[in-house]
T-cell receptor, first 114, second 117 residues
Framework: GNSVTQMEGPVTLSEEAFLTINCTYT??????LFWYVQYPGEGLQLLLK?????DKGSNKGFEATYRKETTSFHLEKGSVQVSDSAVYFC?????????????FGKGTKLSVIP | DADVTQTPRNRITKTGKRIMLECSQT?????MYWYRQDPGLGLQLIYY???????NKGEISDGYSVSRQAQAKFSLSLESAIPNQTALYFC????????????????FGPGTRLTVL
C-alpha cells in the first residue's frame, strides 16, 4: 500500500536558518506529492505540490523536488522566519482507478525562535 | 467568508452521547472528506463522498457514520461517543475536474475539537 514517512520533530531553528524536512514515500504507480502546513489553531493549507517526477513545487520561499529515483520529496527553505512556525505534513495522492485518497505523514512541528 | 466551514468548532460531550459534526462548503466541489487528527499520527480518513449518492468508508470508519445532505453539506455522526474518539476532526473538499494526471488538491476546514469525557 501507499505510505509516507517524514522526519520526526519537533524541529527548533533560529530565525534565518536553513530548513530541511525529509519525506520519503512508498507507492505503486505515479502519485502526486504535497506539502501541507497547519498553523496553530487552523486547518491544513496546501503549501506546494508536484505531480510528476522531477517537478519542483515552490511557494512562500519553500521548495520541494519530486525525486522518483529516491522516492523522496524533501521540503527546504533557505531562511526561515518566526511566522513559519507550524506543523508540516507530507502527503501522497494517487489518482489511479479505485484509489482517490490522500495519505499523510505524521507531521513535523517546526518552531522558529528569534 | 471561509470556503469550508465546520460547526461546532469545539465540543465537549459525555460517553454514550450522540454527536453530529457539520461541514458546509461554497467551493462548488463534488468531493468531500472527513478526517481525524490525533497528536503524532497525522490525519486518518474516516469517510469520503464523491457525490450525494456515493459514500465510502475510509481507514477508520468504525463508530462513525456520515450523511451527504446536499453537494455542499457533509455531516459526521458519532452514534455513541467514547473517550478514544477525542480528537480534532477536519472536513475537506476537492474537485473531480482537473488535469488528467494530477491529483486534485484538497481544501480543509478549520477543524472541530471534540472531547469525550
Amino acid at each position: 500500500g501507499n505510505s509516507v514517512t517524514q522526519m520526526e520533530g519537533p524541529v527548533t531553528l533560529s530565525e534565518e536558518a536553513f530548513l530541511t524536512i525529509n519525506c520519503t514515500y512508498t507507492a505503486t504507480g505515479y502519485p502526486s506529492l504535497f506539502w501541507y502546513v497547519q498553523y496553530p489553531g487552523e486547518g491544513l493549507q496546501l503549501l506546494l505540490k508536484a505531480t510528476k517526477a522531477d517537478d519542483k513545487g515552490s511557494n512562500k520561499g519553500f521548495e520541494a523536488t519530486y525525486r522518483k529515483e529516491t522516492t523522496s520529496f524533501h521540503l527546504e527553505k533557505g531562511s526561515v522566519q518566526v511566522s513559519d512556525s507550524a506543523v508540516y505534513f507530507c502527503a501522497l495522492g494517487y489518482s489511479g482507478a479505485g484509489s482517490y485518497q490522500l495519505t499523510f505523514g505524521k507531521g513535523t512541528k517546526l518552531s522558529v525562535i528569534p | 467568508d471561509a470556503d469550508v466551514t465546520q460547526t461546532p468548532r469545539n465540543r465537549i460531550t459525555k460517553t454514550g452521547k450522540r454527536i453530529m459534526l457539520e461541514c458546509s462548503q461554497t467551493k462548488g466541489h463534488d468531493r468531500m472528506y472527513w478526517y481525524r487528527q490525533d497528536p503524532g499520527l497525522g490525519l486518518q480518513l474516516i469517510y469520503y463522498s464523491f457525490d450525494v449518492k456515493d459514500i465510502n468508508k475510509g481507514e477508520i470508519s468504525d463508530g462513525y457514520s456520515v450523511s451527504r445532505q446536499a453537494q455542499a453539506k457533509f455531516s459526521l455522526s458519532l452514534e455513541s461517543a467514547i473517550p478514544n474518539q477525542t480528537a480534532l476532526y477536519f472536513c475537506a473538499t476537492s474537485d473531480s475536474q482537473g488535469l488528467a494526471y494530477s491529483y486534485n488538491e484538497q481544501f480543509f476546514g478549520p477543524g472541530t475539537r471534540l472531547t469525550v469525557l
